[in-house]
């Protein structure tokens, strides 16, 4: 069965650092997001992106994230200079059109230190 | 930011046992879904419900949809230990997928 894979699943990065987390969203699916959910709190929305540009982004989503599509597979979450709040579980998803059924990749772990 | 509040936070049942999850809001979505999520690992959807009143089954699992659209409630039937788990409702108010998440249920079910 297609699945969302995330790279690394685990990273520890010192505070100030820049980061890029990977994912190859499912393969024919058009629509692709990414969500994180600090350690014993909710999933939280982070950006949606389609046709090479930002859909949708939350309040959380400032001017340390960028997201990117560099080739036809991957898509990219880049932290460009880490926070100890950053340090969360980030989940990339992937949709075939908007609003239709999420799939979620099993995570990235970033620790910043 | 669209509060999504799920009772009980924890639930701890003997096998065979019923129970029941709640997923309650003040706004209106266009969907909401469920989602179990294992530790460690990403939310897996279990349903979607679309429209109000809806109600849908999953073998022991039934799912509602409020009649306003507003919230929604998870039914387990018999539960088993291997329903252990964390049980997330996330509702999405445009169809757009931008998904807020509630609060959560963990649920132990205890041979």
């Known amino acids: 069965e297609p699945e969302v894979t995330q790279t690394p699943s685990h990273q520890v990065t010192q505070m100030g650092q820049e980061v890029i987390l990977r994912c190859v969203p499912i393969s024919n699916h058009l629509y692709f997001y990414w969500y994180r959910q600090i350690l014993g709190q909710k999933v939280e929305f982070l950006v949606s992106f389609y046709n090479n540009e930002i859909s949708e982004k939350s309040e959380i989503f400032d001017d340390q994230f960028s997201v990117e599509r560099p080739d036809g597979s991957n898509f990219t979450l880049k932290i460009r200079s880490t926070k100890l709040e950053d340090s969360a579980m980030y989940f990339c998803a992937s949709s075939v059109l908007s609003g239709n059924t999420i799939y979620f990749g099993e995570g990235s772990w970033l620790t910043v230190v | 930011t669209q509060l999504l509040e799920q009772s009980p936070q924890f639930l701890s049942i003997q096998e065979g046992e019923n129970l029941t999850v709640y997923c309650n809001s003040s706004?209106?979505?266009?969907?909401l879904q469920w989602y179990r999520q294992e530790p460690g690992e990403g939310p897996v959807l279990l349903v979607t419900v679309v429209t109000g009143g809806e109600v849908k089954k999953l073998k022991r699992l039934t799912f509602q949809f409020g009649d306003a659209r507003k919230d929604s409630s998870l039914h387990i039937t018999a539960a088993q230990p291997g329903d252990t788990g964390l049980y997330l409702c996330?509702?999405?108010?445009?169809?757009?997928?931008?998904?807020?998440f509630g609060t959560g249920t963990r649920l132990t079910v205890i041979p």
């Open positions: 996330a509702g999405d108010q445009t169809g757009a997928n931008n998904l807020f």
């Open positions: 706004s209106v979505f266009s969907s």
